[in-house]
């Protein structure tokens, strides 16, 4: 009989101090919610194929950073905790650090979202933006809703950093949004991070409907010409010009913009091949890996379920969608100027998801004209839109930080 009790008061003294007895807690059930989210996560990325590169990793970080008594949540949202380590003191204030917030230090030192950016520009084809400079209006229209939802955010009652780094998610740009955010608010990561990365995945659900909104079915079966050859030359010029010209305007974007150049100059040089491809394949995919997990363990209950989480995410909403209207917008005013000659769904593409959003332009325009081919000319808008996104982000931390 003893030996029964002891072996029941061993099962008691293990279940109380597991993470299951502290789901029947308040603080439990928060995280028990959490967990079932981060399950609603990985359906979506595996069964759904929704950005799953990042939203799977993400997704399981979620859940890591949910599970009670592991310390695997990100507790440092700031450098702060790692000063004393890197001044030699070897001491940490606060929270003992874990796994997550030492891979969470590539994303607050901003060493990440540039990496994920060279790795982007290796594997994109700038030719229909330089065959078709106008693409750059497009692009830059799309970030409209950015600066829009900024104004709505300070309305609501956030701090200028606050809307700022809100306000970017309207660029559909994962990396730009947490490069931001890290800087300007990282209390607001997980939340920010979490609906850009959801909000470029369901680009196939929320452009449509706006786009066929905003323009006819006349509009839409337009068939656009043949965009020229682009030289070698062109393509090589490209990536430098660009880097000097908005890396000399602004300096805080020049992070982003300079990868994502370097990547394609790797990829358009023809004297780097090796090294393109590592940063097309090895690099992106290992940084994918940290960063996705790390901004998934910044997810914890205590940070993630508040009241403006719904008000983040609601406000990401509009800004993705008045960045989509804008580009339309201003392609239906080239379609006027232009006498007919462009069709206005291209200018959606000019938010940056790529190249969800160009083939989303192509997939709705062949729905009124099956023999339209779009997608190389809403690539144009598509490139522009990633470097529209990193020069909006660039404007805001030289304004808000």
């Given at each position: 009989?003893?030996?029964l009790?002891?072996v029941?008061?061993?099962?008691?003294s293990?279940?109380?101090?597991s993470?299951?007895?502290?789901?029947?807690?308040?603080?439990?059930?928060?995280n028990?919610?959490m967990?079932?989210i981060?399950?609603?996560?990985?359906w979506?990325?595996?069964?759904k194929?929704?950005?799953?590169?990042?939203?799977?990793p993400?997704?399981?970080?979620?859940?890591?950073?949910n599970?009670p008594?592991?310390?695997?949540?990100?507790?440092?949202?700031d450098?702060?905790g790692?000063?004393d380590?890197?001044?030699?003191?070897?001491?940490?204030v606060?929270?003992?650090?874990?796994?997550?917030?030492f891979?969470?230090?590539?994303?607050?030192?901003g060493?990440?979202p540039p990496?994920?950016?060279?790795?982007?520009g290796?594997m994109?084809?700038?030719a229909?933006?330089?065959?078709?400079?106008?693409?750059?209006?497009?692009?830059?229209?799309?970030q409209?809703?950015?600066f829009f939802?900024?104004?709505g955010a300070?309305?609501?009652?956030?701090a200028p950093n606050?809307?700022?780094?809100?306000?970017i998610?309207g660029?559909?740009?994962?990396p730009?949004?947490?490069?931001?955010?890290?800087?300007?608010?990282?209390?607001?990561?997980?939340?920010i991070?979490v609906a850009a990365?959801?909000?470029?995945?369901l680009?196939?659900v929320?452009?449509?409907p706006?786009m066929?909104?905003?323009?006819?079915?006349k509009?839409r079966?337009?068939?656009?010409?043949?965009?020229?050859?682009?030289?070698?030359?062109?393509?090589?010029?490209f990536?430098?010009?660009?880097t000097?010209v908005?890396?000399?305007?602004?300096?805080?974007?020049?992070?982003?913009?300079?990868?994502?150049?370097?990547?394609?100059?790797?990829?358009?040089s023809?004297?780097?091949?090796?090294?393109a491809k590592?940063a097309?394949?090895?690099?992106m995919?290992?940084?994918?890996?940290m960063?996705?997990?790390?901004?998934g363990?910044?997810?914890s209950a205590?940070?993630?379920?508040?009241?403006?989480t719904?008000f983040?995410?609601g406000?990401g909403?509009?800004a993705?969608a008045?960045g989509?209207?804008s580009?339309?917008l201003?392609?239906?005013?080239?379609?006027i100027?232009?006498?007919?000659k462009?069709?206005p769904?291209?200018?959606?593409a000019?938010?940056?998801a790529?190249?969800?959003?160009?083939?989303?332009s192509?997939?709705?325009?062949?729905?009124?004209?099956?023999s339209?081919?779009?997608?190389?000319?809403?690539?144009?808008?598509?490139?522009?839109?990633?470097?529209?996104?990193?020069?909006?982000a660039?404007?805001?931390l030289t304004?808000?930080?």
């Amino acid at each position: 009989m003893e030996i029964l009790q002891g072996v029941w008061e061993v099962i008691v003294s293990i279940f109380s101090n597991s993470g299951y007895a502290f789901f029947f807690t308040a603080e439990g059930a928060k995280n028990l919610v959490m967990i079932l989210i981060s399950f609603v996560f990985l359906w979506l990325g595996i069964k759904k194929g929704f950005e799953p590169l990042l939203m799977i990793p993400i997704a399981f970080g979620m859940l890591l950073a949910n599970i009670p008594g592991a310390n695997l949540a990100v507790q440092y949202h700031d450098l702060d905790g790692f000063r004393d380590l890197l001044a030699g003191r070897g001491e940490f204030v606060g929270a003992t650090p874990g796994l997550m917030d030492f891979l969470y230090f590539g994303v607050k030192a901003g060493i990440y979202p540039p990496l994920i950016f060279l790795g982007i520009g290796a594997m994109t084809d700038f030719a229909p933006l330089i065959a078709n400079p106008k693409s750059f209006i497009l692009g830059a229209a799309a970030q409209f809703g950015i600066f829009f939802t900024y104004i709505g955010a300070i309305a609501l009652g956030f701090a200028p950093n606050e809307a700022g780094s809100i306000a970017i998610i309207g660029g559909a740009d994962g990396p730009t949004a947490i490069f931001v955010t890290s800087q300007l608010a990282p209390e607001l990561l997980s939340t920010i991070a979490v609906a850009a990365y959801s909000y470029m995945a369901l680009v196939p659900v929320i452009q449509p409907p706006i786009m066929k909104a905003l323009t006819t079915k006349k509009e839409r079966a337009v068939v656009m010409g043949t965009l020229r050859p682009v030289s070698k030359l062109e393509k090589i010029l490209f990536p430098i010009v660009v880097t000097v010209v908005v890396s000399l305007l602004l300096p805080d974007a020049a992070s982003l913009v300079g990868m994502l150049m370097l990547g394609n100059l790797l990829k358009e040089s023809g004297r780097t091949e090796r090294i393109a491809k590592a940063a097309q394949n090895e690099l992106m995919n290992i940084i994918t890996i940290m960063l996705g997990i790390s901004v998934g363990a910044t997810t914890s209950a205590q940070t993630f379920l508040k009241k403006e989480t719904f008000f983040i995410a609601g406000l990401g909403v509009v800004a993705f969608a008045l960045g989509t209207a804008s580009g339309v917008l201003f392609g239906k005013l080239m379609y006027i100027f232009t006498k007919g000659k462009v069709n206005p769904l291209i200018g959606s593409a000019g938010v940056s998801a790529v190249p969800m959003a160009a083939r989303v332009s192509q997939k709705v325009g062949q729905e009124s004209n099956p023999s339209n081919f779009l997608l190389m000319h809403a690539m144009g808008p598509n490139v522009s839109g990633v470097i529209g996104s990193a020069v909006a982000a660039g404007v805001l931390l030289t304004l808000l930080r």
